[in-house]
């Protein structure tokens, strides 16, 4: 069975609007599951398995539930003010962040900014940094230069998925690679 659809809409509702099924999240961002199916039956057919398996089969690891599965969140990428509860961590050397060409110039011009997301995003390797930007069109890959920017005071964080998380990272720190 395809819970495509499912998946998104748990996504909009664990990232950025609890509100539109009528439920709230915690201030780490979880969720009450029993209530969350309930708010997302009246949309999409759920229970308890199927929230399991979309959890489980999720590719890019987006949703965790606490130890008794009573509990559910998004690991990163809200739009909500969440403290996700996320450790201060040493970032490698290089990281990289892929886009689109539309945001090229302001990029060059701004340096990677959150907009409407609480983080900026970063991959530790070039290939997943390449499938992130075709998501946008002709991908544009940005070396950024985490270590320095670490050891100059800016603060990094490793997400559950393994996606690096900074507040911004200023034109200085970056490279774009032709």
Known sequence: MDYTETSKFLSLILRHKPEVIGISLDEHGWANVDELIEGMAKEYPIDKDILEQIVASDSKQRYSFNEDKTLIRANQGHSIMVDVELDELEPPEILWHGTGEKFEKSIDEQGLIPKSRLYVHLSSDIETATKVGQRH?????????????????????????????TKQVPSSYLTKEE
Request: charged residues 30%; glycine residues 10%.
């Open 137 to 165: 069109g002709k991908p544009v890959l940005y070396k950024v230069l985490s270590k320095k920017m670490y050891d100059d005071g800016y603060k990094y964080y490793l997400s559950k998925n393994g996606v690096w998380l």
